[in-house]
């Protein structure tokens, strides 16, 4: 999975083929027509109201593969504290298996050090030793 360009209708595509969902069952929730059906799986991007209905449709968290593009490519900045904005604060990233793994590959090709992944996807150093323990199997210990 590609979490740097995301087509979103691209994945509701597959994940409809996947689940085996009739477009007329999708047409009843939507309340629309197979052509606006079609046009949402052609959409780079979707309403996050319509993207939610989507989430709940086929049960599965479509906003989760946006929060995995923050977690690589926009991390938190550390000049920047946290404001009393009153929006929610999130204590921890969530580090899903696809996450692990691609740090890892990034490891095991050479393309990023073990530094560079710590101060760019600002990951502990304990939790990337940890990870690189438990799947060493998938790492070059010489990296």
Known sequence: MNFKDIHIGTLINHAVTDSGIEISRICNFFK?????????????????????????????DFFRIYTQHMILYAPPSADNPATNSGLPKFRKNIYTKEIIEFILEQLESGEMTRKQVIERYRIPKTTLYKWISKYKDLVDTGI
Do not use: G, H, N, R
């Open 32 to 60: 629309c027509t197979p052509a606006d059906v079609y046009v949402m799986f052609e959409s780079k991007t979707i309403d996050t109201e319509i993207l939610l209905k989507w989430s709940k449709l086929l049960e599965y």
